[in-house]
């Protein structure tokens, strides 16, 4: 693609990074066929092709008006696109770009403003949604239909980590911000599936929110000066012994994956950024290394259908590796159609765009339940509520199976 970026731009480093990725795309048009924002709308500028021509006309200095923010608001960032992509267009990354532009040049209504300040206020804060979560919870019999769904239920498992941790080897455990209230039996079943393994796990206390909420809202200084404070948590572990960082939420590990590139810049971050990125592991890596063979299934276990996020799959670009382990743990997992398709959820998306977010986990849990199964697996505590919320049947994480029934060893 011919471009001719504007000054503002044309020899910063995101200027040299967009124009790489903008002369990169041929037109082709392959990815609008696994678009979910174009299947679902049929417009050409919601789409990735479309989209690019938006960001191209913004990054040659054209004037941009809330239409051009809409359509890219409306983007879940899933990057099915880059997965389906011949040339490799790295669609995501100029997107992160052209969004945090626009956010200054384009002024949101009021009330934007406010949700998306909110969101920045509480998400990213465990203490601060811990409290909040609690609050909701106590007078959620009494909110209407729309308002319930955004307070999700108290959700049955044990949260207890093992009393004793053993083994050789040693790995941190990101802790998450919403997952510990929400959901924390998610991190104890990981560390005590991983005992069984040999492996110890131990969470960082002084890590934060790994910035994908903030740099998905085009708060990108916010972002990342969360990073480089977990860069500075993370390499100190590193240094004292521990093999790696393991995530047990797809989409924060993809964002943590990412941090040798957002802080490339950073001229005293970026060695020890790509060095924590090259030390992230998902979860379902580090179980894929393992000894399963060490890990046995007790009785029958549910039928189980397996929603792969779109974090895990396109991001991570590991689409199998969930079932692969459930499969070889002898797990009976149901087929899903559009197994590629997002759910919706993405991140804030479900609060920023509900509408289009709810037409498409309905299309998602049509796909989930067609076979009929007892519970829905993911691997993403974003996608895990999203899908519960739609939903009667359990929606766990993977690892609370496993955990569950592989409970000893051989």
């Not at 174009?38 to 941009?64: F, M, N, S, T, W």
């Not at 009929?372 to 690892?399: D, F, M, S």
């Amino acid at each position: 693609m011919q471009t001719q970026l504007a000054d503002f731009i044309r020899d910063t480093p995101q200027g040299q990074e967009s124009g790489a990725i903008l002369r990169s795309c041929v037109h082709c048009g392959f990815c609008t066929a696994t678009c979910p924002t174009y299947q679902l709308l049929g417009d050409e500028l919601d789409g990735p092709r479309g989209r690019i021509y938006l960001l191209k006309q913004l990054l040659e200095g054209a004037q941009v008006t809330r239409t051009t923010q809409r359509h890219l608001d409306r983007c879940l960032t899933c990057l099915n696109c880059e997965t389906t992509c011949p040339s490799g267009v790295r669609y995501g990354r100029l997107l992160d770009i052209g969004r945090e532009i626009i956010e200054h040049r384009v002024a949101r209504p009021l009330n934007e403003r406010l949700v998306r300040w909110g969101l920045q206020l509480v998400l990213p804060h465990e203490s601060r949604f811990r409290t909040l979560l609690r609050l909701g919870r106590l007078v959620r019999p009494l909110l209407p239909g729309v308002l319930r769904r955004l307070v999700p239920a108290a959700r049955p498992g044990d949260p207890r980590w093992p009393a004793v941790q053993t083994g050789e080897r040693r790995m941190a455990l990101l802790r998450g911000c919403v997952q510990p209230a929400l959901a924390p039996q998610i991190n104890a079943a990981a560390a005590r599936v991983m005992q069984r393994l040999g492996v110890r796990l131990q969470e960082a206390p002084r890590a934060v929110c790994c910035g994908a909420l903030h740099h998905h809202l085009s708060a990108g200084e916010k972002a990342l000066q969360q990073m480089r404070t977990n860069v500075d948590v993370w390499t100190n572990m590193l240094d004292d012994g521990v093999e790696a960082l393991v995530v047990t939420a797809s989409g924060c590990g993809a964002t943590i994956k990412q941090y040798g590139e957002l802080l490339a810049h950073d001229a005293h971050y970026r060695t020890k950024a790509a060095r924590v990125a090259a030390h992230t592991m998902d979860l379902a890596e580090v179980l894929t290394d393992g000894d399963l063979p060490a890990l046995r299934r007790v009785g029958d276990a549910p039928r189980i259908a397996c929603h792969v996020p779109c974090t895990l799959q396109h991001a991570q670009r590991l689409p199998t590796r969930v079932q692969d382990i459930l499969s070889t743990l002898g797990f009976v997992l149901t087929a899903t159609p559009d197994q590629h398709m997002c759910c919706g959820s993405a991140g804030t998306y479900s609060v920023l765009q509900s509408d289009i977010s709810q037409r498409l986990l309905s299309r998602k849990l049509q796909a989930l339940t067609h076979a009929q199964p007892a519970c829905i697996a993911t691997a993403n505590i974003g996608c895990l509520q999203h899908l519960q919320a739609g939903t009667e049947l359990p929606v766990r994480h993977w690892i609370e199976l496993v955990d569950e029934y592989c409970p000893t060893e051989t």
